[in-house]
């Protein structure tokens, strides 16, 4: 990162918090303890249940969970972590942009 132009703060808590993004998203996708996981549906199930509970929600307490919903069903976590790295590399490449200025 500092060969990237990021500032030294930056680089060291741009470095912290991936390993915390990694770290968490890692422990999510691979679940606590494999006993809890045993029972547990396949993630497209669990993504479908997840989709049926939210828009099973009144529409009218509830009108940006049940628009939502259909997007809660995505379960592709390749390309979820995917995401998650580019919006933080857009994000701190922004930041040092702005810091350098």
Do not use: H
Not at 31 to 49: F, H, L, T, V, Y
């Amino acid at each position: 990162m500092r060969a990237g132009g990021v500032p030294d703060e930056l680089a060291v808590q741009s470095y912290l918090l991936m390993m915390s993004a990694v770290n968490g998203f890692t422990m999510d996708e691979a679940g606590w303890d494999d006993e809890e996981g045993a029972g547990s549906p396949p993630i497209d199930e669990m993504a479908q249940m997840v989709r049926g509970y939210l828009e099973s929600l009144p529409r009218e307490r509830f009108p940006n969970l049940t628009e939502v919903a259909e997007s809660f069903a995505f379960s592709d976590q390749d390309a979820r972590f995917e995401l998650l790295l580019d919006l933080f590399v857009e994000g701190l490449a922004r930041r040092a942009s702005e810091l350098s200025s």
